[in-house]
């Protein structure tokens, strides 16, 4: 079952919102996620699907979303990231830096489910914690080339999973 958590208190009621809480953020990952996505508030096609609000699966074209609404679904399209990071990752999650864990949150959450699961050996090296191996199978790849909006976003996360420092780009 999918974990959900409105994100709007720092009192952690469950081990795994507690652990996420120690773990980093996700009141500041909101506003990252807010900031790089942007708000589109009619739907329109985003590379591989119609996206609406702040990049989150619209049905078609043409759609509207207000900014409430929009935000709810970015909690929820975040909620599934975090689940799937700490699937993915397990107990290596324990070792791993802040800036880190955002930026694997931030890549699954742009990404989605089947595209982050792609990246077979970054994700290995992550378990085997090869930070700049890692970060090479994430930069030399077609996600990271992508000529469309967002190359900035992809080289901040390539970064932040080398350096294991937040970024402000």
């Known amino acids: 079952e999918i974990y959900q958590c409105d994100w709007s208190s720092d009192v952690c009621s ?3 919102e507690q652990m996420i809480h120690q773990s980093f953020s996700p009141k500041r990952l ?5 900031k790089e996505e942007g708000f589109t508030p009619v739907s329109k096609w985003d590379n ?8 989150t699966k619209a ?20 909620n599934y990231a975090i689940e799937d990071i700490y699937k993915i990752f397990g107990v290596h999650i324990n070792n791993m830096k802040e800036a880190r864990i955002e930026s ?6 742009n990404m989605g489910y089947n595209g982050f699961r792609s990246f077979k050996k970054m994700i290995l090296y ?3 914690n090869k930070w700049n191996k890692a970060s ?5 790849s077609k996600w990271f080339r992508e000529k469309q909006v967002g190359h900035e976003r992809r080289l901040k996360i390539i970064i932040e999973l080398s350096s294991g420092q937040l970024l402000e780009i």
């Open 48 to 55: 591989k699907q119609y996206s609406w609000g702040y990049g």
């Open 30 to 34: 909101i506003e990252r996620l807010k």
């Open 136 to 140: 090479y199978e994430a930069s030399d």
């Open 14 to 16: 469950s081990d795994l």
């Open 59 to 78: 049905s078609s074209a043409g759609l509207k979303i207000d900014k409430d609404k929009a935000e709810r679904e970015l909690i929820k399209y975040l």
């Open 104 to 109: 694997l949150i931030d890549m699954r959450y």
């Open 126 to 128: 992550i378990k085997r």
